[in-house]
């Protein structure tokens, strides 16, 4: 009897296991593959209980320790992991699997508060326990298995950026552009950059040019937004910004 009851939990634990690793297939070929059949794709997701048809958007998250590393034991590892399983398994559609140092979560869409509460419950918790710092970054919503790689890079760019800049808990890759970049960089980082790159002008010229940049960047990069507001014709705008390139190499259109 004894022997029979180990047979079934020992096959009960093989089955949970192949389900799991199926399932880590699974997300990482909606990640990284190069584009699957949509039918495929769902048809794999039926047999694991996913849902296909459940528009979801992708969260992914760092965890940097006390003193900004991201160095943790394999214990302490597998129990962050554990949190994070925690907080997004109360809904058996959200998925999540780790790449490098990379923690990917695949949550169905839900309200701002929704989600963002889930992401909240994980860093109190993590940051209570470990001491740790959390940075997310969110991608825009996928509506089909196939968009949920685009959804995984646009959270990968709103990611780089909150590391870069560390001053927020959540970035969503619809609220970057390039005045929230240039506004968060550090001033002495900033001067320093300005300096170098107008180092060959005269004080007349770096002013004329700073309108212009000013300008160029509140318009995120519109020609003609820009030559509209300072009252120039677009060739001439394209003018000055060649210019500009030839004497500091700098170019704002790139």
């Known amino acids: 009897r004894m022997t029979e009851i180990l047979i079934k939990e020992a096959y009960l634990i093989e089955q949970d296991n192949i389900q799991v690793e199926s399932t880590r297939k699974y997300i990482e070929d909606l990640l990284f593959s190069r584009r699957v059949d949509d039918k495929l794709l769902k048809n794999r997701g ?9 528009p979801r958007i992708v969260v992914l998250s760092k965890v940097f320790n006390e003193d900004n590393e991201i160095i943790f034991s394999p214990i302490e590892n597998e129990k962050i992991l554990g949190i994070f399983k925690k907080h997004i398994r109360n809904d058996k559609q959200n998925l999540m699997v780790q790449s490098g140092t990379n923690i990917i979560m695949i949550l169905r869409k839900n309200t701002i508060f929704e989600n963002e509460k889930i992401l909240e419950d994980i860093y109190n918790e993590i940051r209570k326990n470990y001491k740790a710092n959390l940075y997310f970054g969110i991608g825009e919503v996928s509506n ?17 950026i909150n590391i870069a800049f560390r001053k ?12 929230l ?29 700073k309108e212009l940049i ?37 170019d704002p259109r790139s």
């Open 46 to 54: 039926d047999i694991l209980g996913i849902d296909t048809s459940i």
């Open 168 to 179: 927020q808990r959540i970035i969503y890759y619809k609220d970057l552009d390039l005045g």
């Open 144 to 160: 089909s298995p196939n968009e949920i790689k685009r959804s995984y890079k646009e959270a990968k760019k709103a990611l780089d």
């Open 214 to 250: 000013d300008c160029f960047i509140k318009h995120n990069g519109s020609i003609k937004a820009t030559s509209q507001e300072l009252f120039i014709h677009k060739n001439t705008l394209q003018y000055r910004l060649n210019k500009l390139k030839e004497l500091t190499g700098y």
């Open 181 to 209: 970049i240039i506004n968060n960089i550090p001033e002495d980082v900033a001067m320093e950059y300005t300096n170098k790159v107008f180092k060959n002008l005269e004080e007349d010229d770096i002013r004329e040019y």
